[in-house]
């Protein structure tokens, strides 16, 4: 049986449930495309009910759920990864994809793997099945007890909006402001909480709007001492396609999330403490520099 992939674009109306069941949120990974041997490649996990939702998929991110697998979080066991959404397709975002197609059927996956990205993830994923033909046809035909629902890839090029919604989570896309990119940050609704993933942005009206009174804004950032550093080009760049620090306080002061999860932080030189007093500086709430592995 060969793999299969499959896209489109839809909207599911139901009532969402109302339950007492509780979420969590994992970082699996915390970095940037800077090849930080402590910090994977963006990734972030929100879990209902032992359904992993994860959330962009940067290098190591199988390998990151293992770990959080072993570690007692029984709803991030690597098969257990059958739905993910890509803010991006930057390739510190996407660079774990084949990981993610490929290592939970190796391991136990079951089901197919649901897919939801912007604009260009269903020609990502075709291309990925096509390099990796050989490995699947091998896997699937050959000796390897593998089940082949576990290599169906259906994928999903979503638009603004509500657009999934099962028994633990609602998952709203806005668009953000990244360059040329077709990005979106997404709001995310559990039975308890309510989470705001940016994904990569400049400061942007809509992300204020979805994360106003939010229980967890989870916000890539750059350092205002470091940027300083930076040579004239790299400012130009990153000042219209990230968010300092100082314009994340004031974003967040305004929205007043519950609690701030700073991701995807760029140093550059300056410490995390520094990070951390230059958002606090402008936002009175609670905020944390997330590091992999960390659970809220």
Request: a negative charge; hydrophobic letters at 40%; glycine letters at 8%.
């Amino acid at each position: 049986m060969p793999p299969v992939w499959n896209y489109g674009i839809f909207l599911i109306v139901k009532t969402f449930p109302p339950s007492s069941n509780s979420s969590q949120l994992v970082m699996l990974g915390s970095g940037t495309p800077n090849a930080e041997p402590e910090r994977s490649g963006p990734a972030v996990a929100i879990v209902v009910n032992n359904q992993p939702y994860l959330f962009d998929f940067g290098p190591g991110v199988v390998r990151r759920c293992a770990a959080a697998y072993q570690a007692g979080m029984e709803g991030l066991a690597p098969w257990r990864l059958t739905r993910a959404f890509a803010t991006h397709l930057h390739s510190d975002h996407t660079a774990g994809f084949p990981d993610l197609i490929l290592t939970p059927g190796v391991i136990g996956r079951k089901d197919s793997l649901e897919i939801y990205g912007p604009q260009g993830i269903s020609a990502m994923t075709g291309h990925i099945l096509e390099a990796y033909r050989e490995d699947l046809r091998e896997r699937i035909e050959g000796l390897e007890p593998v089940t082949p629902n576990a290599y169906i890839i259906n994928v999903h090029e979503v638009r603004p909006g509500l657009f999934y919604q099962d028994d633990n989570v609602q998952v709203t896309a806005f668009p953000v402001r990244h360059g040329s990119w077709t990005a979106y940050g997404y709001k995310v609704k559990t039975p308890g909480r309510v989470y705001v993933i940016s994904g990569d942005t400049a400061p942007v009206d809509t992300l204020l709007e979805q994360a106003c009174g939010c229980d967890v804004l989870v916000h890539e950032v750059y350092s205002v001492k470091g940027f300083s550093t930076r040579p004239p080009e790299w400012q130009t760049y990153h000042a219209n396609m990230h968010t300092s620090a100082h314009e994340l306080g004031e974003l967040a002061q305004k929205a007043q999330p519950k609690l701030l999860i700073l991701y995807h932080q760029l140093f550059w030189g300056s410490s995390e403490e520094e990070l951390l007093s230059e958002v606090r500086s402008l936002f009175d709430g609670e905020v944390v520099s997330a590091k992999d592995l960390d659970v809220f």
